[in-house]
């Protein structure tokens, strides 16, 4: 198993652009999530999803759009890149919800100039 | 929103020294989930508590649930170098159906040789 993975690990983009941060897991797992850590801040929850077809907001939604098509996979789009967004992203997945032991990607750091 | 304050925010130790890191909510705690990361990498989860009173251990890693006080503590004993990282605390502030969890800011352990 590859467990969770991210694409790309490193970006950089300027302010208004738009791009895709990738996340697929093959565990089979319903419960799906994007976080950002900044310092100071900590983690905080962008976007989650509880299966296929199901999304909902977290901690932080604005600039992030999220849809989840397959079980699999899970992107998070930024419409119009600003350097607010600069931070470093994690996915998660977990077989139904949070309270389970969630897996974690190696994160992908974004730069936005 | 619940939030959880994590203390000290950093720590250096020498090798072979226990060390203690504690995490207090705001509000109830229902479940209380330690996590590790190493730089630049995604979080590893530890260990997770439920019960108060709970108390568990991986290796010389232990963590205790005290309901009342709404905290947690990790206790390290003979610290390594391998145990420096990142320590995170997170929590589930249950209300009904809540698939999210709430993280501290994190301490960063040094384990010095």
């Known amino acids: 198993n590859a467990g969770v993975t991210q694409t790309p690990k490193f970006q950089v983009l300027k302010t208004g652009q738009s791009m895709t941060l990738q996340c697929a897991q093959d565990?089979?797992?319903?419960?799906m999530s994007w976080y950002r850590q900044d310092p100071g801040m900590g983690l905080r929850l962008i976007h989650y999803s509880v299966g296929a077809g199901i999304t909902d907001q977290g901690e932080v939604p604005n600039g992030y759009n999220v849809s989840r098509s397959t079980t699999e996979d899970f992107p998070l789009r930024l419409l119009s890149a600003a350097p607010s967004q600069t931070s470093v992203y994690f996915c998660?997945?977990?077989?139904?919800?949070?309270?389970?032991?969630?897996?974690f990607g190696p994160g992908t750091r974004l730069l936005v100039l | 929103s619940q939030e959880l304050e994590q203390s000290p925010q950093s720590l250096i130790v020498q090798e072979g020294k226990n060390l203690t890191i504690n995490c207090t909510s705001s509000?109830?705690?229902?479940?209380l989930y330690w996590y590790k990361q190493k730089y630049g990498e995604g979080l590893i989860f530890l260990m997770m508590l439920q019960k108060g009173g709970e108390e568990k251990s991986h290796e010389k890693i232990t963590a205790k649930l005290d309901e009342k006080k709404q905290q947690s503590s990790l206790h390290i004993t003979a610290s390594q170098p391998s145990h420096a990282g990142i320590y995170l605390c997170g929590a589930d502030s249950r209300g009904g159906s809540n698939y999210k969890l709430t993280f501290g800011k994190g301490t960063l352990l040094t384990v010095n040789p």
């Open positions: 509000k109830t705690l229902y479940g």
């Open positions: 565990m089979n797992h319903e419960y």
């Open positions: 998660a997945s977990s077989y139904s919800d949070p309270t389970e032991t969630q897996y």
